[in-house]
């Protein structure tokens, strides 16, 4: 039941003030030059602003507080439609997810203040077929930024070996495995035999979603290693982050107790797959022995810690490590909500600068992070399964593991450079340390680490 | 910092307007040159800071006569000249000029420091105009924007030239794009099958996974297999590799590492290259067959598993199949009429799957057949590799290390003999997971390369394949008997075989029974004993047709 009309003037919103929303107080960074910076609506279309609305929103839910968050979800609906610019569709998916969640969590009234926040909750993912997916991932170096980087240190890191095993746990369904064989195909001493790993099933839920089996998916990689002259084999073992993975480290270990001395040159190449691995925030499943991997002790660590140690046993020749540098593992909603829109608006911004507005693909891109703003917002426990980390846990992770960090060859960094000269010009570069990080606009997005047992 | 000194006179010998970092330490003072790395200069060269706006200055050098300026140095003295001035004004200082390095006038750029000054005034120029300038110059092709008006002229001209096109028609600018659209794109499996008799070293032969369009050449080869379906349609296609790469490796065994996968490694590579040369002459690739790789290549395809004691089986799995096997993935072109028998041990899987001694016979038997129609059909026997599931079947993985070991250069006879004896030891069908015919029996339960999910799967390929195949690789020759009738009628049979209407009159005993049994209700240990009776040495391998 609505019960303004019309927007309140904002003294009248109690109890709290709504900071300054004027845009002197812009702490958003847009450092590029020549860049538009986000077309508002007046004081309201400011990003801060529009962030503040959100933890208000999100405080007013968590304490049940009906009439506040209705209201103010009434003034984000208002500012934030969901065709406008990017700042404006993001505020909107996260409305969304605000919504979804009180109308999860809330009480009665809650639920019927929702009721009138007429939205479509509905997010439409789109499943894509093979060559969908292979073109969507090349829109934005999100992803091809890790895949060049993965492939050279990888390709580093295997030389001299005549057999090599890649292990690929991957959110993007393989996508960047033709582009590896081909890099192995013209190595000079000669293609080796390539055996590629694959955890099937394990992003059955999460975006994007991929309408071929992963039987197809092999053949047709078999097929293209072929015509490369590169011997493929295909696998594909059903394994699911929800566990760690165990199957597949089952599978894993006992290929490497069989092969460990025929010189195969174990691979890991873990892009943007990790960080749905329980973590320490999780609380622990209730089983009694909550190690999963049943040939090592019970621990009381987290699967994520559980699954590098496991890793590490497999002792690999190199595993390379690619994920998004966010933090969304906070229990606190607020915190994970601020970390969120600090990040999330990056995709959305990205993508506003080379997709225009009415085209499919941005749709999709545009749904899918939709769809991971709704997860990390709304969902809580195991549902959530958007638990990003920072680099620098990573890194901590992985040390901790028994792995050492392994720099970048000057070869890889260019190669990254050029593949990003042929994106829009916001994309950069950062070599911290051992790692690289892709930037938009000089916020940190992906980095890409690459390790060897210590 | 650096003093800023606004330099605008003219630079040429005197006033070294240098700030060499007084307040600064002096460039490294080390004994080696840096030059290689950008940004490292001569410890003894002198460092100038120009302020952004000299830097951008267009004319920096002025003649001091007439106050003409001029972008470039060279080019005042030359209108000094015209000037006709006194010898002795006309003549540089006599010093040696000292090197002269420049830094980046902006404070946050790693170039500001003098130890990593840039030791060109043009380079330290575009360096300012593209990191810390405004991008005035747009592409209008690809809208990326450039600072520097020569990185932009540079850009239009390759702008749009450098195309990859794939045959569905889509064009990349970019080779990853381009290379990951093209492995999914299902214009692979139709030029793989156009270009089997092609032997275009950049063709892409591939068996389709799903394409059963039999348009293929010559021999009206049974339809590809395509992997994650059953085997029904085999067309094998004969992939055209590179002959020169493959060549090449070819002489080389799989060395040191030596563990089975190696092993496979080295004799498919062998066997690539077999087929390869067998491509590069196509009357070779009959005598490849006929001489059932007796060519140096063929020995050099077993030997090389030889080293790999360890894996045996493999190896001399590899050794002889891979010769078949690398005909099918190398695409001997024309000459593929070994092709045939490379397909139907196809899948470079294979090479896992296959265990040495059953198929290699069987294949040393096939391929004599067939060594008479040189003609070549680029068979279509095509067993993709995606099969693999099949070939990695359940037991390929046991398999490997229970086969067998392989004699090390074995004669094409030797290997008939060899398979006879090994008989239905062999069991692990390595034709017949080639054949994407997989045991249902999932005994290993993971250990399966290629066969992505579990039975489900490979009961239907086996459906598929019309066998119902009561999996368990007993007998490779069973399971390749069994997979044979996928290749169609027995007409159909006959010419997969190679031998055709001429070749039908006169079927070997042991091949016929072969045959016939395949229509029929199998008996492994039938087949194996027609085997081991081995009257199918030399006359099998002589007979043609």
Redesign the interface.
Known sequence: MMQFSEIPPLHQIPPFSIPTMNKNQIHRARPW??FPTSKGLGSFGDANCMEQLLVHCANAIESNDATLAQQILWVLNNIAPPDGDSNQRLTCAFLRALIVRAAKSGTCKMLAAMANAHCNLSIDIHTFS??E???F??LTPWH?FG??AANAAILEAVEG???IHIVDLSLTHC?Q???L??AIASRLE????V?LTVA?GATEDVPPMLDL?????????????????V????????STYADGFS?LI??LR??HL??A????ALVINCHMMLHYLPEETLPPLSNVNSNPYSFEPSSTQSLRAMFLKALRGLDPTVVVLVDEDADFTSNNLVCRLRAAFNYLWIPYDTVDT?LPQGSKQRQWYEADICWKIENVIAHEGLQRVERLEPKSRWVQRMRNAGFRGVSFGEEAISEVKT?L??H??GWGLKKEEDDLVLTWKGHNVVFATAWLPA | MPVEVDNSSTVSGDASVSSTGNQNPPPKSAVKKKRNLPGMPDPDAEVIALSPTTLLATNRFVCEICNKGFQRDQNLQLHRRGHNLPWKLRQRSSKEVKKRVYVCPEPTCVHHDPSRALGDLTGIKKHFCRKHG??KWKCDKC???YAVQSDWKAHSKICGTREYKCDCGTVF??R??F???????DA??VE?AKTQTNPSSE???????ADSSPRRSPPAAPPPV???SAITSSDIRI?S??PR??V??AP?P?P???????G???S??SS?SLVSSGCSSSSSSSSVFSSLFTSTTVSASIHPPQPLA?APPLVGLNGSCSGSVSLV??GASSSSSSGVFASLFA???V??SIQPPQPPALTNLIQADLAPSTSIEPISLCL??????SI?GTTG?ERR?HAPPLQPAMSATALLQKAAQMGAAASNASLLRGLGIVSSSAPQE?????????DP?NASIAAGLGLGLPCDGSSGLKELMMGTPVFGPKQTTLDFLGLGVAAGGNPNASLSALITSIGGGFDATTAAASFRGGDYTSKDIGRSS
């Open positions: 030059p020549g093979v060559i997916l292979a073109s991932v090349d091809r895949f060049t070996y005549s057999v996508m495995i033709p582009t064989i081909d000669g293609p080796p035999l055996k099937g089996s992963y039987e197809e998916l092999g053949s047709k990689l078999i097929n293209f290693a072929r015509s490369r002259n011997v493929l084999e295909f696998r594909a073992i059903p199957s089952e599978q006992v290929q069989v092969y001395e025929s010189g195969e080379f593949m000269d042929e829009a010009a | 405004e991008k809208s990326k924007k600018s970019r990853d794009s290379i990951t659209h093209r492995a999914f794109c692979l499996a793989s063709s892409d032969p591939k068996v389709q996974a395509s992997a994650p992939q590799s590179d790469t493959v090449e490796e080389t799989a040191a590492p030596a563990p089975p996968p190696a496979l490694n080295g498919s590579s690539v360890p993935s190398s899948s470079s899987t090479s896992a993709s590799t995606s099969h693999g599931s990695f993985q290390q993971n250990l399966q390369w290629g066969q992505a999910q579990v799967d």
